[in-house]
């Protein structure tokens, strides 16, 4: 696969494919200490970030967004209006937000790919899952919407991922009884993300991929189930 500019998008550092990542983690905490009074990230800042990268970069390879927090499970009826809206404004408007401010950098590129890590919860609502399960079918939604505004831009193509049961924080804090020794190592998904920006993801007709599609026939990939 040839050398990519991918931008990786996760809770705590925005983080490129190579040493750039280091200055663009120096521009986000700056511009966190200079607008301290917006506690989310803004348009503003997401259009900063996109002038910042171009200052490096004529184009963007990839987006792989990564950042998410769960809050905590709770009933509808108790849950808290602030939990809900600091969930929302991090696992929904901020990837809309970048994702937007980051789209003329993505069109330039020869072969483009943008990623949105989903959930097993994204595509119906669960019991005290709250926020993060709106995020989820949120996050699914606004996936589905951009692939199909630009369905005939050949030279971009944009996935839903849901990593199925995986050894994170957020896993072990959702399941706090469960053997972290039963799941799959974040490692294991590097294989998955890695096809997204291979040319077969290219004649895909889905757009909503489960970990369990890259261990079926090659042509299951092919068959578009997304909306089901």
Known sequence: MMKKILLIITLSLLTSSNLFAENLNWFFNKW?????????????????VMHEINKHYECLDGIIHNAAVLGKLSPLESYDASIWEEILQVNLTAPFLLTKALIPLIK?????RIIFTSSGV??????????????????????????????FKNNLKIF????????????????PAENPNGVKDPLDLLACYEWFFEQESQ????????YSDFHLPKDAKDTDTSKS
């Open 160 to 175: 839903s991922f849901d990593p199925g049961a995986t050894n994170t924080k957020m896993r072990a804090a959702a399941f």
């Open 32 to 48: 966190l200490s200079e607008n301290g009074h917006h506690k989310y990230l803004n348009e503003q800042g997401a259009l900063q």
């Open 203 to 210: 004649v895909s007709k889905k757009s909503f991929f489960k």
């Open 108 to 112: 330039t590129s020869k072969f483009a």
């Open 122 to 151: 994204a595509t119906q609502g669960r019991s005290f899952w709250g926020a993060y399960n709106v995020s989820k079918i949120g996050l699914k939604g606004l996936a589905e919407i951009f692939d199909d505004e630009f369905q």
